[in-house]
Structures are given as structure tokens and as C-alpha cells.
């Protein structure tokens, strides 16, 4: 086992992992108490590369979807999913013997932590996307084969649900759809997985990074300008591609509209000082595509990410104001986006732009 | 006539307004005691400058007492609280992110029972009676006779809480009972918190209200008198008595309130210089704009907005340091009058750059004559952009807005600004806090989750209904009915709710009834809440 999640470690890495989110994921603050506490409370939870997993294994994604604002008030029971791991072993015919991560960014980065620590289950060293997008069939598990049922989700009540659908579009459709009656926040198991399976589709080494990305935001000092050097030397021999400042300025304009459950709109922002043209940001939830001027310079799935400029503290698309100063940076995608079949899910194109997906140019 | 009051650190202003018009002003040292520097104050203004008690109408004042009560955990009344709606929530009980130091000065205990409510208003599950009375006798066992109820989604449907209250007070009637519904809006833990700081100012609030009463009655003053709210009204002795929290923010907000009368702007910038720090807010049609995010309380994230101030390292006693290319964060602060080089001091503050370039008529300005012309050019530079930096976060677009300057730091600004357009130095800017208490207005607010069907359709009905909620709440604090006016309306739609929901909030603001009856009157009297 190379290692375990201790409470004084949830702080980085919800930082780390509210940047990777690039935008989008939402506000962690509660999750963070909760796991924290959870994790006093049950014991530390083991992390586990995706190499060291036993071939016996049987990974199952957990995560919640829900309404912000219902986010609020409908917090999740002391043993969150102990129940519906129960319900969904019986469900499946065996025991499940680790948990992984749908995404990095806001909550559901520490889910399966809060999950793991009270079931008593080591946690996949990994996620199904290496950053946040707002939808399940989006995820680099269904993208490489893996059916996203049988699947089970709860309320915070107890109430269960089970699936077996025909695809990754209809389950998401069918949560999506249940969200709302179920009180506005459920809690989903979903995507069991071989370790092969996991070997294969998640994008490994994230929890550990965002943890480590996390740190590097709270301690840098010199602001925003000078991170890029030391996130490329974190990210260095990972999944992800080049490290690559876009912009750094001030936000001279925001819109915003709720569209479908989803936030879009675009973020102007404008160069402190000199000629440079100001830089657009397409938003759906994430950042989604970045224009200087009328170039574009970024697109999904590539991670356009953005910090506060003096205090490097990432910025989720809610917190946008205008006059915030703020730094853009570029990652390039985990490489699991960049075949075929990944664009074919979350290329500008799939995602409503009319622009086929650019990499990010390296000076 | 209306007497302001400001109680500040440092000082204790007063100012009087007379149809309209301010009259008079006085500065007297605040005293740690408080209501000593109030009673010098309001002796100045009776004896000095002649005016007689029996002209006043109301007195206002505005305290941060409770706040600093919380800040420096004293005299904290020990509190408990009763939450309903496990097993959703157990995951995060109350106080879990707050300073263990806070927690055990309150000797928070907590309970979580079953109950509460789903976000369209439906029972999570029955209010579990018999887990109710035994939390009840834990809590009366523990001795806490200050007890919050708080259910999920109260705001929404407060039967719960009511009911908890209700069986509180049955079953301890020496207690204090305060149900969340009464402190915010959604968010529970926020919610919670802000009860639970109120409920811990059960003890001081009473004191303080019965030391302003005793000082008023002393000098003859028999006319109502009020506290200051965080949004710029006033709140009368039954609702501090009952709210306390609802005091936190009035430093800002009334020199914001004060700025815009003061100046006889509405929308503008207010930058307020003090000694230490400067706050920078913005005016939007006569109130200060409240912030939208979480605003935390000695440590504690609480539900109700407040001011959105930028609060940032700039004051008159700001030290100079690096030829002028560093201004504080250090400052000399009160003992400006001693410290600065003008004052006979050895210390280089803003202040001194200020006086020797010609900026401000204080002090001796050959102690300063010294001083380098590049260092002083440097400094008043600096200044400059520190403060154009603040204002440029504040503002919302590119649309050019007036900017007004209050409070004693003004001097330091050389105009003009990069980033607004007129910049306005109004008389008795020194005071603008003070002026601000004593134009206080009386608000009352109500809010409710809808079908938004039922707003498209009856739209008008439902905002009328919420309107005299708003407006009952209002009279409750004192306003003169026939003076309400809404003064905003807000609605959000919930994401994800089935059939789709909106939150819809009024708030109505109107002049304070002075025909609520003099101090003496029993009904205005604060309620005992402690025995």
C-alpha cells in the first residue's frame, strides 16, 4: 500500500483539485469539513495506484450530483453510502473492493473519501476525468468501454434507485432526471470496473497531484506569474501535457445565465498594461474555450485554468467578479481526451462551439 | 432634532440633525466602559452647545459592542442547539468549523434530532417528539439556558422550528429560545451559526441596552432611542434585544449611509480612511451593496449579508518606510498624535507626507520640512495606487461613477483618480458615521420559496403578500407604516427542483414612527431575555 489520506492532507487537495476543476465543480468548503471529519472519525483512508491494484478487484466511481442551492441546506448522513454500498453489492452479486473518483474539481473530488472512510475502502489513486466537465458520459471510463451500469444511487434518506441502461447518454439523462425528484442531491455508484478496466481508462496519479498542486497554490509566493514553472515540474511525466501561461489581467466583464442546469456564459478579460488584446473565455460550468483577440488559444478538452493573481487561490466560475486580477494558465489534456474517441465526446465541436479542437500553443 | 451616535475605537461622535440638516458635531474620546464616552458626548451637546434634552425626537446609535464581544470572547452567554433533519446532515454537525476557542466559551453543545423539510417545503420525515424532549433534558442538564432550534430548509417551512421552539419554552420556560428561521436565509450551517452567535449575546445584550437607557434617562432624554443595523436601519430596543447580530456591520454601512447624505449622492464609490485601515464600498441607490458571498464573524461564516467593504493596510498612521515606496501595513494607529514626526514624534506616517506637501494643515509642518521631494512624491504615489487598485475591485463595469471621500484620512489623497470621474470631500466628512446612524431608516424583509409557475400566473398576488410580511416585520422594529416602500426584490431560481422553484425576497424600508412612545414606555423596553 504506498500510502493513506490523513485529515490534515483534504485541505491541499481540495485546492489542488478546485484548480484541475477549471472552472467548473463548485464550492468545497462543506465536503471538505465533511471528509476531514470522516476521516478523524473512521481512520485514515488508504490511497492505491492504479498499478498496485489486486487483478481480483472490483472498483466502483462514486459521486453525488445535485443542486447547489439544495447543496446548501441537504448535507449527506454521517455514513454516507454505507447503505447504498450494501444495497449495491447485493445488487452486483459481490463485494466491491475499492472506490474511485468521477472527476477532479469541488466535491466529488472527495466523495469517495468521505464514502471510503466510513465503508471502510481504500481509495483509487485516479479519476474518470482528470478535471471537471458537466456531464457522466464525458468521463474517460464510458469513453473507453466501460458501462457506466449496473449502477444504484440514493437520496440522503435511503431511498434506492437501481439502473441498467443501454448507454452512458441515457444514464446520464436518467440521474440528471432524478436529481430532482429525489430532494435535489443523490449520491450515485456507478462504472464497476476490473483493475484492467482502470488501468486502462482512469487517469491515474490525480488525487496525489491535486494534493501536491494544492500545496504548491497555498505556499508560492511571487504570485501568479511564476506558478506555471512550478506546476509544470509537478505535472512532468503525467498524463497531462504542457503547462502554458495564457493571460494575465483584469476581469472587465462577465455574463452569466442559468441555461438547462447548466451556468454559461463568457469572461472578458483585459491586460493591466500595453496593446495586448483582451482574452474571451467561453463558459459552460468549466472554461471551455479561450479566444485573444479572435485567435482561439485554448480548447476543451484542454484545461483552461485560473488563479488570483497576488494569491494564486484558484477561481471556480461562480467566484468571478468583475476587477478580479487574475492569471490564465493552459494544461494541456489528459492524454486519455486526445484520441479519437475521446474528442469525439468533448471536443469544442461536441461541446456546442463551432471550432474543432486546437492544441495549446507552446512558445 | 435626532442625535447620531457613532462609538468608534479611537473616538465617540456625535452629531445632531435638524430638519434635515446637521446641526452640530462633537468628538469625545470613547471610554472602555462605552456608554461613558456617551454620556460625555451627549453632555457637550446639552451643556456646550446649548440644546435642550426635551428637543430630541430619537436618539441613534451606533455600537460595534456586540461584535467585539465575539471577537474577544467576552462575556458569552453558554449556549446549546437542537437541530432537525438527521440523518441528512449528521455528516456536518453545528459548529464544526469554528474556532475550538469560540466553541468552548460558548460551551456549545449540540443535538441532532429527526425532522425537517425537503427545498419544496415536504417533510424529510416527522419531527421526532420523543428525541426532541430527551435533547431537551440534556441540554436543561448541562445548564444552558440559551437554546437555538434550528430544521433543514426552515426558511422554507418553519413548522419544525416552530414547534421545537414551542416545546422548548414548555418544557423550560427560564429558557431563551431562538428558532434559525429568524437569522437567514438557506444555508444551514450559516443559518445555524448566526442563531447561535445571537443567542450567545443573551446576556450582554440586555446589559447594554439597560446602560444606554440609564444614561439617556439621567440627562432627561425620555425620546425612543435605537441601534444601528448592518444594512443602514435602525433596529428598535425589542428587536436588539432579540437580534444583537444584526448590529455586526454598522461601522461601515453608517459611514457609507453618512457618505450618501452628506454628499447627496446615491451611486458612488465611499472610501473611508480611518487611522490603521481604509474601507472602500459602494453606494447603490443611497444603501451600501451588500456582498454576495459567505461574510465570517469572528472566525464564524454566518448567513446574513453584509456591506461588501474592502477593507485594506491604509490610514493616516500608515508607516512610511523604503524612501516611500511602502506605505503600512504597520501603522502607528491612535497614538498618531504622539508618534508622527508633525506631532513631535520620530515615526514617517502617511500623515507627515501628507502635511508636507502642502495636503493638510495639521501639526507642525517644519518637523516634516526635511523631508526629500522625491520620497514624498514617491509616497503619495503609492498611496495613490493602493487606493486606485481597492476602488477599481469594488466597481462593477467601466461606467464611470462619482467617488466620495469620508473620514478623518482623507487628507492623504492627492486627485485625482485614475479610475473614477468627480471625486467629492463633503462637509463633516469626519463624522459621515455618526450622520449615518442618525438618518437611519427602519427595514423589515420576508422571504419564500414558490412554484415558478405560480409567479408567472399570480405573480402579483404572491409579491403582495410577501410585501406585507416584509412590511409587518417592519413595524415590529419600529417603522412608521405609512412611510414603507419596497426597496428591493429578489429572485433566484433553484437549479435542479421539480416543478421548478423560486426564491423570492422583499425588503421594505421607512422612517422611524416617533410616535412609538418614550423611553419610559414599557413596550419599548427591552424584553428580558435571562434571568
Redesign the interface.
Known amino acids: 500500500m504506498s500510502r493513506e489520506l490523513h485529515p490534515e492532507d483534504i485541505g491541499d487537495l481540495c485546492l489542488g483539485a478546485a484548480y484541475f476543476g477549471a472552472g467548473g465543480g463548485g464550492d468545497v ?2 465536503y471538505r ?2 471528509a476531514e ?2 476521516i478523524r472519525r473512521w481512520g485514515p483512508v488508504p490511497l492505491v495506484r492504479p498499478e498496485e491494484i489486486p487483478e481480483d478487484a472490483l472498483v466502483v466511481d462514486v459521486g453525488e450530483s ?5 447543496g ?7 455514513n ?1 453510502g454505507v447503505e447504498l454500498l450494501r444495497r449495491y453489492e447485493r445488487f452486483l452479486g459481490r463485494k466491491v473492493t475499492h472506490l474511485i473518483a468521477c472527476e477532479l474539481g469541488g466535491a466529488n473530488s472527495v466523495v469517495p473519501l ?1 464514502v471510503a472512510a466510513a465503508c471502510r475502502l481504500p481509495v483509487i489513486d485516479g479519476d474518470g476525468m482528470g478535471r471537471a466537465f458537466p456531464e457522466s458520459q464525458m468521463m474517460t471510463f464510458p469513453i473507453y468501454g466501460v458501462a457506466p451500469t449496473p449502477a444504484a444511487c440514493t437520496d ?3 431511498n434506492v434507485v437501481y439502473f441498467e441502461t443501454s448507454d452512458a447518454h441515457e444514464y446520464e439523462r436518467e440521474t440528471r432526471a432524478l ?3 429525489m ?2 442531491s443523490l449520491l450515485a455508484m456507478d462504472h464497476p470496473m476490473t483493475a484492467a478496466q482502470v488501468r486502462e481508462t482512469a487517469v491515474p496519479g490525480t488525487l496525489t497531484l491535486a494534493q501536491s498542486v494544492g500545496r504548491t497554490l497555498r505556499e508560492h509566493r511571487g504570485g501568479a506569474d511564476t506558478l506555471a514553472p512550478a506546476l509544470a515540474a509537478h505535472l512532468h511525466g503525467t498524463a497531462y501535457g504542457a503547462v502554458v501561461p495564457l493571460y494575465t489581467g ?1 476581469v ?1 466583464r462577465v455574463s452569466r445565465r ?1 441555461e438547462g ?1 447548466f451556468d454559461v456564459g463568457e469572461v472578458m478579460l483585459r491586460a493591466f498594461e500595453g496593446a495586448a488584446p483582451p482574452l474571451r473565455i467561453a463558459l459552460r460550468n468549466e472554461f471551455l474555450v479561450a479566444w485573444l483577440g479572435d485567435t482561439v488559444v485554448a480548447t476543451t478538452p484542454d484545461l483552461i485554468t485560473m488563479v488570483e493573481q497576488e494569491s494564486c487561490q484558484p477561481i471556480t466560475s461562480e ?1 468571478i ?5 487574475v492569471s490564465v494558465i493552459g494544461i494541456g489534456a489528459p492524454r486519455h481526451y486526445l484520441t479519437e474517441r475521446g474528442l469525439r465526446v468533448v471536443s469544442p465541436r461536441n461541446m456546442g462551439f463551432d471550432l474543432d479542437y486546437r492544441p495549446l500553443a507552446q512558445e | 432634532m435626532r442625535l447620531g451616535i457613532d462609538v468608534g475605537g479611537t473616538n465617540t461622535d456625535v452629531v445632531a440633525l435638524d430638519h434635515g440638516r446637521v446641526t452640530l458635531c462633537r468628538k469625545v474620546p470613547t471610554s472602555a466602559d462605552i456608554e461613558g464616552g456617551v454620556r460625555q458626548a451627549l453632555q457637550t451637546v446639552f451643556h456646550r452647545d446649548r440644546v435642550s434634552a426635551a428637543d430630541v425626537d430619537a436618539v441613534i446609535i451606533g455600537t460595534t459592542q456586540f461584535l467585539n464581544a465575539i471577537v474577544q470572547r467576552r462575556g458569552l452567554a453558554r449556549v446549546g442547539i437542537i437541530r432537525a433533519g ?7 454537525p453545528p459548529m ?2 469554528w474556532p475550538e476557542d469560540l466553541v468552548q466559551a460558548i460551551g456549545g453543545k449540540a443535538e441532532m434530532i429527526r425532522g425537517g423539510h ?2 419544496d417545503g415536504r417533510e ?2 416527522p419531527l421526532d417528539r420523543a428525541e426532541l424532549d430527551r435533547a431537551i433534558d440534556r441540554l436543561a442538564a448541562a445548564g444552558i439556558r440559551n437554546i437555538v432550534v434550528s430544521a ?2 426552515s426558511p422554507v417551512n418553519p413548522v419544525h422550528e416552530e414547534e421545537m421552539a414551542a416545546q422548548v419554552r414548555r418544557r423550560l420556560p427560564e429558557c431563551a429560545v431562538s428558532p434559525s428561521h429568524e437569522l437567514g436565509g ?4 450559516e443559518r445555524e451559526n448566526a442563531a447561535l452567535l445571537n443567542a450567545a449575546l443573551a446576556d450582554i445584550a440586555p446589559r447594554v441596552l439597560a446602560s444606554f437607557g440609564t444614561v439617556l434617562t439621567e440627562l432627561g432624554v425620555h425620546c425612543p432611542y435605537f441601534l444601528c443595523a448592518n444594512d443602514g436601519t435602525t433596529l428598535n430596543l425589542q428587536s436588539v434585544a432579540r437580534h444583537p447580530v444584526l448590529t455586526f456591520a454598522s461601522g461601515p454601512t453608517n459611514s457609507m449611509r453618512g457618505a450618501a447624505f452628506l454628499s447627496g449622492v446615491s451611486n458612488a464609490i465611499v472610501i473611508d480612511i480611518g487611522g490603521t485601515t481604509t474601507d472602500v464600498g459602494v453606494l447603490r441607490n443611497g444603501f451600501p451593496r451588500l456582498s454576495n ?1 459567505v461574510v465570517e464573524v469572528g472566525g464564524v461564516r454566518v448567513g446574513f449579508r453584509m456591506p461588501d467593504v474592502l477593507s485594506i493596510a491604509l490610514g493616516g498612521g500608515s508607516l512610511v518606510q523604503n524612501a516611500g515606496h511602502a506605505i503600512g501595513p504597520l501603522s502607528v494607529g491612535y497614538r498618531l498624535i504622539e508618534e508622527a514626526l508633525v506631532f513631535g514624534g520620530s515615526v514617517l506616517t502617511a500623515t507627515d507626507v501628507a502635511v508636507a506637501a502642502g495636503a493638510a494643515g495639521v501639526g507642525d509642518r517644519s518637523r516634516v520640512a526635511h523631508l526629500d521631494a522625491s520620497l514624498i512624491d514617491s509616497a503619495l504615489s503609492r498611496i495613490g495606487v493602493m487606493l486606485d487598485s481597492a476602488i ?7 461606467q464611470s461613477v462619482p467617488l466620495v471621500l469620508v473620514g478623518g484620512g482623507s487628507i492623504l489623497v492627492r486627485r485625482p483618480f485614475a479610475s473614477v470621474g468627480e471625486v467629492i470631500t463633503p462637509p463633516n466628512a469626519d463624522v459621515a458615521n455618526a450622520v449615518g446612524a442618525a438618518v437611519a431608516q427602519v427595514a423589515g424583509e420576508a422571504e419564500q420559496v414558490f412554484v415558478s409557475r405560480i409567479l408567472t400566473e399570480e405573480g402579483d398576488a404572491a409579491l403582495e403578500e410577501l410585501t406585507a410580511r416584509a412590511s409587518r416585520a417592519a413595524a415590529r422594529r419600529g417603522a412608521a407604516a405609512a412611510t414603507l416602500r419596497v426597496v428591493d426584490v429578489e429572485h ?7 416543478p421548478p422553484m423560486t ?1 423570492v425576497r422583499v425588503k421594505v424600508v421607512g422612517d422611524i414612527d416617533l410616535a412609538a412612545g418614550p423611553l419610559a414606555d414599557s413596550a419599548n423596553r427591552p424584553r428580558s431575555t435571562a434571568t
Open positions: 468548503h462543506f469539513l465533511i471529519r470522516a445535485g443542486s447547489p442551492i439544495v446548501l441546506e441537504h448535507l449527506p448522513p454521517e454516507h468521505v440522503f434518506l435511503g436529481v430532482t425528484v430532494g435535489g483584469k472587465e442559468t442546469g467566484r467578479r468583475y476587477g478580479q486580477r | 438527521a440523518p441528512t446532515g449528521t455528516s456536518l464544526t468549523d425537503r427545498y424529510l420525515g433543514v430548509h438557506l444555508g444551514l450551517l458571498t477599481d475591485r469594488m466597481r462593477t463595469s467601466e433566484i431560481h433553484l437549479s435542479y427542483t421539480a426564491r
